[in-house]
Nanobody, 122 residues
């Protein structure tokens, strides 16, 4: 079982920055892929970014490429999402997820955090 806890959401003006964190309860990460998804009101959950824990390879949705950076700290069992140049369209609940498949499809992720709200004002 993997438990994930997010933090770092909040309210920020357009153009600002936030950093989200996701701390996991297990240490055997070598086979895991971890990801960030987001869901805005009335919209489907969408993939934001993912990272393979073993080698740090990253993938991004086109909508955030160049603005967001996903990273991990092995010593802290923590994944991060640095979000810069935020736009009102980035407003959503952001969830971290963990799974064993290198994919942007949410259905392949077995473990989910509770989510953290990010609100970007114009």
């Amino acid at each position: 079982q993997v438990q994930l806890v997010e933090s770092g959401g909040g309210l920020v003006q357009a153009g600002g920055s936030l950093r989200l964190s996701c701390t996991a309860s297990v240490t055997a990460f070598s086979s895991l892929v971890m990801a960030w998804f987001r869901q805005a009101p009335g919209k489907e959950r969408e993939f934001v970014a993912r990272i393979t824990w073993s080698d740090g390879v990253t993938y991004y949705a086109d909508s955030v490429k160049g603005r967001f950076t996903i990273s991990r700290d092995n010593t802290k069992n923590t994944m991060y999402l640095q979000m810069n140049s935020l736009k009102p369209d980035d407003t959503a609940v952001y969830h971290c997820a963990a799974g064993h498949y290198d994919t942007g499809y949410s259905g392949h992720y077995a473990y989910w955090g509770q989510g953290t709200q990010v609100t970007v004002s114009s």
